[in-house]
Each structure stands twice: as structure tokens, then as C-alpha cells.
């Protein structure tokens, strides 16, 4: 077996701190580099969803790694509790798709026969039963079940990460990267504002930011996309629930709802805007009509990475050896993050991973 080679990791996020980690449960000597102060974010921007298969339909190629990335935290957020003393706010409570236009009824219905039909948990409730077990959402014609899905604390789960990455022997460093360190064949490691970093092996876990690094052997289609978000006092004695609207989704975190995101290019702009917060707020008023009297108790916003097929792109570069990508997963971030560290790590110390990560290759895009 070959040694595990050391690897700087570029990124803090709930990617990048998960590939720290399951790197260094591999045994590598992991270097994790963040921005300092970073703002903006993707995780910011994220309530955490674990749908996998709530927008899943046939011929999705990310529905098998979503299913994985979901059963990572079935399995994982217990043991990082006791390993971290952080709870990460895993929440099976499933998630409901409210339909309210007799256009889209036969669409959803299909999609529930044929996730039944892949031996998957879901199914299509009547309007009378989602009264019945959300009596405080709005009139609507029925809504698509998936029981399994539900959702994470994202700021618990990226400080859990990083925090079982440390206890394994990560080093976590504040500084900004600006690009590859490599003489077109040899990836020498990275360098920073503050100093170069020395490792053969590099992981670009950036987010929306992985383009934008210099000396990249070819362009990485990664552009940000910002997604505003409010949240509001959660409804007295409704139960724990995560409701996806049009346009929009609702979601209990303690106290409050959560209610996301918005979908708006706007570059590096992290910030939340009177236009964008008002037709989130319109939209998800729609969904629970008390929403439309009520103010928020405060909003942000986050960038999310994104892909021009919507996939992430996951894999090594062939034309630089030791040089991987983890980045690009969109608003599945949360979802993935788990399993795309699994993969990398797997991938660096020597396993096949290629047909697991084959949608997800980084030559889809630039191939010359």
C-alpha cells in the first residue's frame, strides 16, 4: 500500500472541513487553509437540508451520492457528538413538498410512483392529511412525503468538522490563497498572502471562490450564486417541520423558521437586499399565511457554488497529479459535504473512486 501522502486542503466550509477530516481519520497530515474573516460563504446561506430525494427524479445523476450523503449523517452525527461534544442538529423529521396548482399535481405524483418504484420511502399525501399533520400551513392540494430527508445545524456540522479534524491531528490555518504552486507537471503545493505551503497533494474545497485561484491547469466553471434568508418565530406548539414551497422552503431550528433562499446572480455581494427579502417573504407567505403580517427577526445571506450543469464537480485533475476538486456542489452542499470527504480521501490514498465520481468529473467542462 502506498503511504498517505500530506495534503492541504483550500477551503473551511462544510466541504472542505469535512475532507479534512476524513483525510486525517485516514492517517494523512492534513492541512486545512481558511480565509480569515471569510464572510459569505455557502454554508451562511444553507438551513442544512438533507433532500435527497425530494427534487429527485429519473435519469438524477446525483441521486445515488445524495442518498450516500444522507446516510453519512444517519450514521455519522451521534459519533461526531461524542468525539466533538457538538450536537450537529440532525433532524430525520422528513421534508413536505406542498403543491397548490392542479398543473403540477400529475408531475409529483409521478415522481412519488417512481421513487417507490427504485424501493425508495415516499409518498403522495391528500390535502386533507396535510391539514391534518401541519394544520397551520395554507390551503393546498395535496404535497409529495419523503420521510427520510430532514436536515443538520450547518454552523454545528462545519465547527464539528473541523473540530474532529483537529482532535485527528488536522493543523487549521487562517490565510488567504491565491493560487497553485506547480511547474506545469509537479504540483509543489499552494500559496498564500501570508506564505507558500509546501504538500504534493492539494484538495480546492473554495466554494464559489475555487475559480478564481491562479495557475489552475484549466478554468473551473464555479460561480457564485446568493441566496438571502430570513428567520421568524417558529408557530407555538407546531411540531418540528420542514416545508418546501414554490421559490421557497420553511424550516424549524429551535425557536425559529428558518425561511430560504433566494436565487440571485449577483457576483461576490453577500449582501441581503429590500427587493430579494420582500419576494421571499411574499413567497413564503403563501405557504404559511401568517408569515405575511409578521416581520423578520433577521436575515443574511451566503454565496453558494455553482455549476453550469448544477453538479458538483468532485475528482482529481488529470493533467496535475495530486491536484483535487471538491467543489461546486450548489445548495446541496450540507447534503454532499460528508460524502464528497469520504470520496477525496478514499481517492488520495489510493482507491478507485472513479465510477462513483464519474458524473462529477472535472473534464466535463474543459476538455481540450
Known amino acids: 500500500m502506498p503511504p498517505i501522502p500530506d495534503v492541504l486542503v483550500i477551503g473551511g466550509g462544510a466541504v472542505g472541513a469535512s475532507c479534512a477530516r476524513a483525510l486525517a481519520v485516514a492517517g494523512a497530515a492534513v492541512t486545512l ?46 459519533e461526531l457528538g461524542r468525539t466533538t461534544g457538538i450536537d450537529i442538529g440532525f433532524m430525520p423529521s422528513g421534508i413536505l413538498q406542498v403543491v ?10 409521478e415522481r412519488v410512483a417512481w421513487q417507490r418504484q427504485q424501493a425508495l420511502r415516499a409518498n403522495w399525501l391528500d ?16 404535497a409529495f412525503w419523503s420521510p427520510e430527508d430532514g436536515a443538520v445545524d450547518p454552523e454545528n456540522l462545519v465547527a464539528a468538522f473541523l473540530s474532529d479534524a483537529t482532535r485527528l491531528g488536522a493543523r487549521v490555518v487562517a490565510d488567504t490563497i491565491v493560487g497553485l504552486d506547480h511547474d506545469g507537471k509537479q504540483l509543489r503545493g499552494v500559496i498564500g498572502e501570508r506564505q507558500r505551503y509546501t504538500a504534493g497533494t492539494v484538495v480546492i474545497a473554495a466554494g464559489a471562490w475555487s475559480g478564481r485561484l491562479q495557475s489552475l491547469p484549466r478554468p473551473l466553471s464555479v460561480e457564485p450564486v446568493r441566496g438571502q434568508m430570513m428567520a421568524f418565530p417558529w408557530p407555538a406548539g407546531a411540531r418540528p417541520a420542514i416545508v418546501y414551497g414554490e421559490g421557497c422552503y420553511l424550516l424549524q431550528r429551535g425557536a425559529e423558521m428558518l425561511v430560504g433562499a433566494t436565487v440571485e446572480h449577483a457576483g461576490f455581494d453577500a449582501s441581503v437586499t429590500a427587493t430579494g427579502l420582500a419576494d421571499l417573504h411574499d413567497r413564503a407567505s403563501v405557504v404559511y399565511p401568517a408569515l405575511a403580517a409578521m416581520q423578520p427577526l433577521r436575515a443574511w445571506a451566503g454565496l453558494r457554488p455553482v455549476t453550469p450543469d448544477g453538479l458538483p464537480i468532485v475528482g482529481a485533475e488529470p493533467r496535475l497529479p495530486g491536484l483535487w476538486y471538491a467543489t461546486g456542489h450548489g445548495r446541496n452542499g450540507i447534503l454532499l459535504s460528508g460524502i464528497t470527504g469520504e470520496l477525496i480521501a478514499r481517492g488520495v490514498c489510493g482507491a478507485s473512486v472513479t465510477e462513483e465520481l464519474d458524473p462529477f468529473r472535472p473534464t466535463r467542462f474543459w476538455d481540450w
Do not use: N, T, Y
Open 33 to 78: 487553509i481558511d480565509r480569515p474573516g471569510a464572510a459569505g460563504e455557502a454554508w451562511r446561506a444553507s438551513a442544512g437540508m438533507l433532500a435527497a430525494q425530494i427534487d429527485a427524479g429519473p435519469d438524477d445523476p446525483v441521486l445515488e451520492l445524495a442518498l450516500a450523503g444522507r446516510e453519512f449523517f444517519a450514521g455519522h452525527a451521534s
Open 100 to 109: 397548490r396548482r392542479e398543473a403540477d399535481v400529475a408531475a409529483i405524483k
Open 127 to 142: 390535502g386533507d392529511d396535510v391539514f391534518d399533520g401541519w394544520p397551520w400551513l395554507g390551503p393546498c392540494l395535496g
